[in-house]
Nanobody
Framework: QVQLVESGGGLVQAGGSLRLSCAASGRTFSSYTMHWFRQAPGKEREFVAAMRWSGGSTYYADSVKGRFTMSRDNAKKTVYLQMNSLKPEDTAVYYC???????????WGQGTQVTVSS
C-alpha cells in the first residue's frame, strides 16, 4: 500500500502564496506519475498539475499555468505545489494522487484545504 499525506494548506489573501507538500510512504513502484487535483465546494474534482516521478515534463491546467509550480524531492519522496498569485477561485481542497504507470492502481491523499480571501 501507498500512503500520501498532504500538508501546507491554509488561509491566504488574494495575491499571496502557499506551498503544498505531499509525502509518500509505504510501497514504491518503478514507474509512476504524481498529480495534484483540487475540488471546490459544489464542483467536480479537477486536474491541477502532474509530473512523472522519473522526470520529464510537468503538465498544468490552463487555469494555473504561470502561477503554480510542481516539483519533487526524490530523497524525501515528496512532491510540492508552489502556488503564487493566488486568487479566490483557487479556493478548494487540494489532493495529491499517485498513478502507477502500469495501470494497476491509483492512490489518493486525504486533501488539504486552501482558502483564498478577496
Amino acid at each position: 500500500q501507498v500512503q500520501l499525506v498532504e500538508s501546507g494548506g491554509g488561509l491566504v489573501q488574494a495575491g499571496g502564496s502557499l506551498r503544498l507538500s505531499c509525502a509518500a510512504s509505504g510501497r514504491t513502484f518503478s514507474s509512476y506519475t504524481m498529480h495534484w487535483f483540487r475540488q471546490a465546494p459544489g464542483k467536480e474534482r479537477e486536474f491541477v498539475a502532474a509530473m512523472r516521478w522519473s522526470g520529464g515534463s510537468t503538465y498544468y491546467a490552463d487555469s494555473v499555468k504561470g502561477r503554480f509550480t510542481m516539483s519533487r524531492d526524490n530523497a524525501k519522496k515528496t512532491v510540492y505545489l508552489q502556488m503564487n498569485s493566488l486568487k479566490p477561485e483557487d479556493t478548494a481542497v487540494y489532493y495529491c494522487k499517485l498513478t502507477r504507470d502500469d495501470g494497476l492502481g491509483d492512490y489518493w491523499g486525504q486533501g488539504t484545504q486552501v482558502t483564498v480571501s478577496s
